[in-house]
Each structure stands twice: as structure tokens, then as C-alpha cells.
């Protein structure tokens, strides 16, 4: 019984990892600007998360290391300080638009204006970030993060065009505006496999104190966990392009998503959109916030972990808290968080390669992982994400600058 | 430790964690002996943001610059065990270890909660 609690707990848990302000933007904006053209591209990406975060996973269960241990080790203390500084960057930026998110969301809510939203948002992750324990965090915000799938039915009620939909499935290049289009496809691949769900799932592994029996669980959490994440997507691009294709709406702001789900359902959904993204954007906001202060633990051999009270791992604590501030200070100078999210998520696409690589090879080395090492499967899907990451890498920033961020 | 090690590999940036199993900091640089035609033995590991210049160039003094010059050497000797983190023989405090989170630790105490 245990045992599927914990399963259970694990999804949910990958579920409100998975989506948060960058694939609530970028899977809308792709469905209302392409329709259903870009679908192919989300089950990509969530393969690839899978594939990564399984194996981080797994070198956390076997060898007791999250990613940046691997980071350091396999790439020396030079090398690993540039990816270090790329994901604390990357990071910041992120937790920096999930706090703008939140605001956004709440501001469908209240009447209270922008700002003292921002600062009440970081209150409130602070008190919870201080006051409860890890696994009860992850219940409420992946709980609340289940509201998201009002977003499912409202995919359905709107009875779109089946055969489209399927054909959406088939890869290609859109004729029309193929830049942008490509900017989206980035885009997509990048918000799909945002590097903080691997810091964080892996460091999660060891704050949970798996060893090597937790290996299937590993495997069922991040398959069922990131695939469920993947029909949210699916499900938030549909709606996209059957609402805001057709009426011709970019939806640039946040609080335009739930009109999504308003339309085919009504009030009520319109609230269980606005609770579901408050929740994946909050929860998304503490796997980063965690997630920047895990990496530098990591990295320089501090104590960490929320496994023990905030005084257990005081630099640990200090350092969250210093994260929040600093994306504070960001959303506060008014900068538009979806902007921010944009940029994160294309500048995320470069910081991967740096993180995935040492997972790769530590995963393989015998010596650690003795029979747990990667098979053939996670090797040659390893690789090919590999790939796939480097060539998102490569191409974001030029895309960013021809498409003028998406705008073109 | 009779078993072959690779110290490039198996000791060097590996996470230090003291007797009770205390996360306290990361191998930092290792100082061998031995001269031309000798065999080379690590006669100690060397702890500490002091170290690191030496090791990444502008970024690394950038970074030691903010993390202060503090330099720790723990003798071989005291290395318990290496597994796939560096084992020491007695607590982080009797090496200087873990110093800033025991410094932060009475005002992180302070705040209500932090204990719970």
C-alpha cells in the first residue's frame, strides 16, 4: 500500500514539476499562433525529460550523487563553475517568472495590485518553504496542480478536428512563417526539458533516501509523472489553437490561458484553470527556488536538504531565501515575466548540455552504478537526446534574435 | 585502503563527508609528493575557497574572491574510506570544517520554525 502511495506522490509530484509558466506560455502561444502543427514536438521533449530524469534518478538511488556532485566530478572545477553559473542564471531567471506568474494568477483573483502580489507571493513560499516538510509541499502544490486538467476536458468539449489533431503528430516544417515556427518548436523542446525538474528530481531522490530499491519507482514516477505532464501540454495547445486561433488572440498575457477553458465549461472552469496554473506555477517557483540552492550545495560540498529543519543546513537555507529576494528585485523592476520566461527557456536550451553530459557519463560508469549502470536503451536514447539538445543549444539564441523573440 | 584508487578520478572534486556522515565540503586540489622518477603519493587533500585560484583561472580567483581565502589541509591519514564520497575519521569542527554553517546556525535558529 505504501509502495503506491508513493507512486502516487511521485507523479504527482513529476506532474507539477513538469508544467509551469514556460510550457503554460509556449504551449498556448504555439497552439494559437500554429493550431495543432507543433504537437509532434511535445512528445519529444517529454521523452527526453524522461529519459534524463530517470537516470539522474537512478545514479541519485545507486551512487547517492545529484547531478551537480556529477557536474564537479566529472568536469572538474573550472568547467563545472561555467555550468554552475549557467543553471544558477537560467534558474534565477525562471523562479523570477513563476513569481511573476503567481502575481498574474492572483491578480485574476484580487483586486491588489501587481507588486504587492509579487511580495506577497514570496511571503507565502517562504513561510511554506520554512515551515513544511518537503513531501507535504509536493502534495499541495501537485494536487493543486491537478486543477490544470480541467484544461483536458476543455481540449475535448471543444470537439476539434481529430484529423488534424493526429496529423499535428506527423513532423514538419509550417510554410507559413518558418522561423517562428521554429522559434516554437525551441521553444517547446526547451520548456518541455527545463534543467531545474532534473536538478531538482534527482535531488529530491536523495532528500527521500532512495537506494536501490527505489529504482522502479524511479522509472514509474518519471515515465507515468512526465508523461501526464506531456497530455497537459498537449491538452493547453489544443486549447490554444481551438479558442485563441480562432478568434484570432495571442495569448501574451497569463491570465488569458483559463478563457480558455471558460469557453467550452464555463465559471466554474475558469476558476479551476486559474487555481491549477497558481498551483504548477507555485510549485514550479519552489522546485527552482530549491533547485539554485541545491546546485551551488552541490557544487561546493555544503550541507543541504530539506530532509532536516532549516537549521540543519543553515548556508543551505540562507541561500533559498537570498534566491527568492534576488527574483524579487527582478519582477519588481516591472519587467514583463512572460519576457522572462522566454528567455529563460531559450537560454535554459543552452545551459542542458553542460547538465546532461555528466549525468551520461556517470550513469555508464561501472564503478559506481555496478549492474544498475545504463542499458542499451537509456544509452542510445541518451545520446540521441544528446543531439537533439545540442541543435536546440545551437539554434536558440539565433532564433531568439530573427524572430525578435517570438514576435515576428 | 589496500584497493587501487584513482585519485584524479575517485577522490579529486568528490563530495568530504566527517565520521557522522556530515556534508563538509569538497576536495578541493590534492597536494602529492614525489619527485622525478618517484613514485607520486597524496600526502594530503586540500579544502577551501583558497585553493581554487589555482585551479580555474580568472573564474576560479572571481569565485574565490567571493568565497574568501580560507585554506584547510587534512592529512591522507585521516581519510577513513572513499566510496563514491570522501570519508574523514573524525568530526568536521576538529578539521575547521563546516565553519559557516555553524556560524550561520544561532541566527537561522532564531526565526520561528527553524527547528520543527
Redesign the interface.
Known amino acids: 500500500m505504501s509502495k503506491l502511495l508513493n507512486l502516487a506522490l511521485g507523479i504527482l509530484a513529476a506532474i507539477g514539476g513538469f508544467v509551469d509558466i514556460g510550457d503554460l506560455v509556449f504551449n498556448t502561444a504555439a497552439g494559437a499562433t500554429f493550431g495543432y502543427q507543433l504537437m509532434w514536438v511535445i512528445p519529444i521533449g517529454v521523452v527526453g525529460i524522461i529519459v534524463y530524469s530517470e537516470m539522474s534518478g537512478r545514479v541519485a538511488a545507486v ?3 545529484a547531478v551537480f ?1 556529477t557536474v ?2 566529472r568536469t ?3 568547467a ?3 555550468a554552475l ?1 549557467a543553471s544558477e542564471v537560467v534558474n534565477l531567471l525562471t523562479l523570477a517568472a513563476e513569481i511573476g506568474g503567481i502575481a498574474i494568477a492572483l491578480q485574476l483573483l484580487t483586486d491588489l495590485s501587481y507588486r504587492v502580489l509579487l511580495l506577497l507571493a514570496v511571503v507565502a513560499l517562504a513561510v511554506v518553504l ?2 513544511l516538510h518537503l513531501e507535504w509541499i509536493e502534495r499541495l502544490f501537485g494536487y493543486g496542480g491537478l486543477c490544470l486538467l480541467v484544461f483536458a476536458v476543455a481540449a475535448v468539449k471543444l470537439s476539434p478536428d481529430w484529423v488534424k489533431v493526429g496529423a499535428g503528430f506527423v513532423p514538419h516544417i509550417s510554410q507559413n512563417d518558418p522561423w517562428l515556427y521554429l522559434y516554437f518548436a525551441i521553444g517547446l523542446l526547451g520548456a518541455a526539458m527545463t534543467p531545474y525538474e532534473v536538478y531538482f528530481y534527482s535531488s529530491g531522490g536523495i532528500e527521500d533516501g532512495w537506494t536501490t530499491k527505489e529504482i522502479g519507482l524511479n522509472r514509474a514516477n518519471a515515465i507515468v509523472g512526465y508523461a501526464l505532464g506531456g497530455f497537459l501540454s498537449l491538452a493547453l495547445m489544443m486549447v490554444g489553437a481551438s479558442v485563441f486561433l480562432k478568434h484570432g488572440i495571442e495569448p501574451e498575457h497569463l491570465g488569458t490561458i483559463p478563457l480558455g477553458a471558460q469557453e467550452p465549461l464555463g465559471k466554474i472552469a475558469l476558476l479551476l484553470g486559474i487555481v491549477g496554473i497558481l498551483f504548477a506555477v507555485g510549485g514550479a517557483a519552489i522546485d527552482t527556488v530549491f533547485s539554485g540552492a541545491y546546485n551551488l ?8 536538504g530539506r530532509y532536516r ?3 540543519g ?3 543551505f ?2 541561500t533559498w531565501i537570498v534566491l527568492l529576494l534576488c527574483a524579487l528585485a527582478i519582477v519588481l523592476t516591472g519587467v514583463d515575466p512572460i519576457m522572462v520566461t522566454e528567455y529563460a527557456v531559450i537560454f535554459s536550451a543552452v545551459a542542458l548540455p553542460l547538465t546532461y553530459i555528466p549525468i551520461l557519463l556517470v550513469a555508464n560508469d561501472p ?2 552504478m555496478g549492474a544498475n549502470r545504463n542499458g542499451t536503451l537509456a544509452n542510445v536514447l541518451g545520446v540521441v537526446y544528446l543531439v537533439v539538445i545540442m541543435v536546440v543549444a545551437v539554434t536558440a539564441i539565433p532564433l531568439l534574435l530573427i524572430t525578435n523573440v517570438g514576435q515576428s | 585502503m589496500g584497493h587501487r584508487l584513482h585519485v584524479g ?2 577522490v579529486l ?4 563527508l566527517d565520521r557522522d556522515g ?5 576536495v ?1 586540489e590534492l597536494a602529492i609528493e614525489g619527485g622525478p622518477g618517484e613514485r607520486a603519493e597524496v600526502v594530503a587533500i586540500l ?1 577551501g575557497p583558497g585553493w ?1 585560484a589555482q ?3 580568472l ?2 580567483r572571481l ?1 574565490g574572491w567571493i ?1 574568501g581565502s580560507g585554506r584547510t589541509r587534512i592529512p591522507w591519514s585521516e581519510v577513513e574510506k572513499v566510496d ?2 570522501v570519508w574523514l575519521r573524525r568530526t568536521a569542527p576538529e578539521y575547521g570544517l ?1 565553519r ?2 555553524d556560524r ?2 544561532p ?3 532564531r ?1 520561528p ?4
Open positions: 551512487s547517492g550523487k556532485d564537479r566530478e572538474g572545477f573550472s563545472g563553475l561555467g553559473l520554512w515551515t550545495a552541490q557544487f561546493f560540498g555544503w550541507e543541504w529543519h532549516p537549521a543546513a543553515p548556508r537555507s540562507v564503478e559506481y | 578520478r575517485n572534486d568528490h563530495q568530504l556530515r556534508r563538509c565540503g569538497n578541493d579544502v581554487w585551479r580555474a583561472g573564474l576560479g569565485a568565497g563514491s564520497a563546516g559557516i554553517d550561520l546556525r541566527y537561522v535558529e526565526i520554525g527553524a527547528r520543527r
